[in-house]
């Protein structure tokens, strides 16, 4: 069983309560490029928000993938190996509807709901197939949402979309090209005030390549292609104004390598970063 997603959702919360996480670097668009400090203080926490989107795409891609050891020989998926079922759901739901595979998975608690609805569809030589054996393509959307019961307290609420169209599975090598969008609403309540901070952002995920390991399609680690991604935040504190602060991210991979390039207004970051190894 995996639950990597609930882990995920953990890791958004998290970045999504720090202090002043995006305020505080300008916006303003200028004439001249400057090249940005890797030690700057707020690249630091916008890196690791960066890092995070790379991580939960990639799980979400590499969850799609799994998705092809759940479908038994006769056609029916098995939840033990398919992503969305946790242990501790309240209810799961599967059902083949119109060609998708649906499962729906539920946890209902006192203070929060964790909801994730996946639908998965096979083909063979562009032709819907029940059977996942021998796919060489497949479409996976991916939609998952926590929510609070008190809203009058300090709380973050999560709303995500994901979708993946793979070609090549007959293949070595897999393309994968799709998008993941997640908004997150986080709320801080102190003493003297509150602070509000919505997080939209947006993923593209192109012509991104994965290489079939011994086992198949496990790894999912890319060898090629890139992520771009659009952060926009708005911070608001009590009465008072909103902030409104702008990011575009693009990642190119060679071989489980990131070169990450990150902008706001005209102060752009660049670095490099090993998120796994790759099969060649």
Same mark, same amino acid.
């Given at each position: 069983m995996r639950s990597a997603k609930f882990f995920t959702i953990l890791g958004f919360v998290l970045l $999504?309560?720090?202090?002043?996480?995006?305020?505080?670097?300008?916006?303003? =668009?200028? &004439?001249?490029? +400057?090249?940005?400090?890797?030690?700057? &203080?707020?690249f630091v926490v916008v890196q690791d928000q960066v890092e995070t989107i790379v991580d939960s795409t990639l799980d979400f891609v590499l969850t799609g993938m799994n998705s092809l050891s759940s479908i038994s020989t006769d056609g029916i998926i098995i939840p033990n190996f398919y992503g969305p079922v946790f242990s501790d759901s309240d209810q799961v739901t599967i059902a083949y509807v119109g060609g998708w595979y649906v499962v729906n998975a539920v946890q209902q608690r006192s203070d929060f709901a964790f909801t994730v609805l996946d639908s998965v569809q096979f083909y063979i030589n562009d032709e819907v197939s029940q059977n996942g054996v021998g796919a060489d393509s497949m479409w996976y959307r991916h939609r998952w949402s926590y929510d609070v019961a008190d809203t009058t307290v300090s709380y973050t /609420?999560? =709303? !995500?979309? $994901?979708?993946?169209?793979?070609?090549?599975?007959?293949?070595?090598?897999?393309?994968?090209?799709?998008?993941?969008?997640?908004?997150?609403? =986080?709320?801080?309540?102190? *003493? #003297?005030?509150? *602070?509000?901070?919505?997080?939209?952002?947006?993923?593209? *995920?192109?012509?991104?390549?994965?290489? /079939? !390991? &011994?086992?198949?399609? =496990?790894? !999912?680690? &890319?060898?090629?292609?890139? +992520?771009?991604?659009?952060?926009? *935040?708005?911070?608001? /504190?009590? #009465? $008072?104004?909103?902030?409104?602060?702008?990011?575009? +991210?693009?990642?190119t991979f060679t071989d489980g390598t990131a070169s990450i390039t990150v902008s706001s207004g005209n102060v752009v970051w660049s670095y490099t970063k090993d998120v796994c190894i790759a099969i060649n």
């Open positions: $999504a309560s720090m202090s002043l996480l995006f305020v505080g670097c300008g916006s303003d =668009d200028g &004439p001249t490029t +400057i090249t940005g400090s890797l030690t700057n &203080p707020d /609420k999560v =709303d !995500g979309h $994901a979708g993946f169209d793979y070609r090549g599975l007959g293949v070595n090598q897999a393309s994968i090209n799709g998008s993941n969008d997640v908004v997150i609403h =986080d709320q801080f309540v102190s *003493v #003297d005030s509150t *602070v509000v901070r919505q997080f939209e952002f947006s993923t593209d *995920v192109n012509n991104l390549l994965v290489n /079939k !390991g &011994p086992s198949g399609w =496990d790894h !999912g680690c &890319p060898n090629g292609g890139t +992520i771009s991604a659009t952060a926009t *935040v708005t911070y608001t /504190k009590d #009465d $008072a104004a909103q902030v409104v602060t702008n990011w575009n +991210i693009t990642m």
